[in-house]
């Protein structure tokens, strides 16, 4: 008996990835680097897609499991202090 082919797979380019993942695109790839983020493949040298199901199965993930926000950061670490600086407006002459 001949081997049933795998069911088509919808596939999505990067303009329909941007608008389902508000990530950038590089920490989207550096997110596939670790695994933590659906491949990439290449349709042909110049056509990258990702797979429409493992994209939406990822957020699914996401939303079930929610991340915890990052803690601030502990301002008592800092090596120097930011300087708020003073409104010099009345200082600088107008321009031209």
Known sequence: MAQADPPLRRTIKK????????????????????GQ???R???TPRCVVWDLAEVE??????????????????????????????DRSEDRPFPG
Do not use: G, Y
């Not at 996401?62 to 708020?84: H, L, Q, S, Y």
């Open 15 to 34: 303009p329909q990835l941007r608008q389902m993942v508000p990530l950038a695109d590089s920490t989207i790839w550096e997110m596939e680097q670790r």
């Open 37 to 39: 983020f659906p491949r």
């Open 41 to 43: 493949f290449l349709l």
């Open 57 to 86: 199965a990822w957020l699914a993930l996401r939303r079930a499991k929610p991340i915890r926000r990052a803690p601030p950061p502990d301002v008592r670490k800092r090596i120097t202090r930011p300087v708020r600086a003073a």
